[in-house]
């Protein structure tokens, strides 16, 4: 090879190098590049604790950027899923929704054991308390029962409370175990209420009552539950639970008069 013909490899190899170089510059991001590019999954949904996640990889690192890192958690209103399928709830006045949930023939809602909404549960505005109130209305179908006591019995074994002193003894005190403590034995009380609000629809069902007489004594047990869980003092509270006891025994009286 002469002289002439090495330059001009020479040069040829010269211009082949650069080309490469400048191109694995641009792609890597060093030449003219102002941030570090970084791609992100999509931002999940909001969790009840009202927080949302989302996945970022970096993928063209720029040695002069000074761009922060995506967020990869942010802060969101969490919105109750469970309550948009439950029926009732749209109507407007508290004896409507008795009837309206009376009058239902439809299959509880998926992944639920009811099928309208709970009055005391469509009180809170708090969409992740709400959603507890749902479910606990619905984990506890399965105790009613013809028979009070297995009722009773079932009831206190789901909030383990069958031994509410032996409870409050190992609290020891503390502030935080006695709430849950006496939010347990409030639960207990309003949905031994709603034990009677289902008796008086198995007495509907069962035609041993008419539909005024249930939709009466619901509606009077519905407004003494929202009382009931309203109620600022334990006295209120015992007061309400025994004008509850009274109106459900004249309820019986007045059936077998």
Known sequence: MNKKNLLTT???IFLVGMTAAIVYAVEQGEEGCTEDIYECT?????????SQTRTC???????????DIPLELMDCSYESTLSESLECQD???LRQRVECRLNLDKSPAQGLNIAFMPEECAALFDATGKDACIM????IQNCWNTNSANTDTCLRQHFNLNNVAQRKTQCNN?????????????DLA????????????????KRLIGMDDAVDII???EQQKLAFQNSPSSDDKVRILSSVKNKWENFIDELEG
């Open 219 to 221: 509606f009077y047990m």
């Open 42 to 50: 999509e931002w999940s949904a909001c969790s009840p604790e009202g």
């Open 136 to 139: 606990k209305y619905s984990d």
């Open 174 to 186: 503390d502030a935080t175990c006695l709430y849950t403590l006496s939010s347990e034995v409030d």
């Open 10 to 12: 020479m040069f040829i």
């Open 57 to 67: 990889e970096l993928i063209s690192t720029c040695p002069d950027a000074d761009n």
């Open 190 to 205: 309003k949905l031994r209420i709603h034990e009677l609000e289902f008796r008086a629809e198995t007495m509907l069902n």
């Open 91 to 93: 109507q407007g006045t």
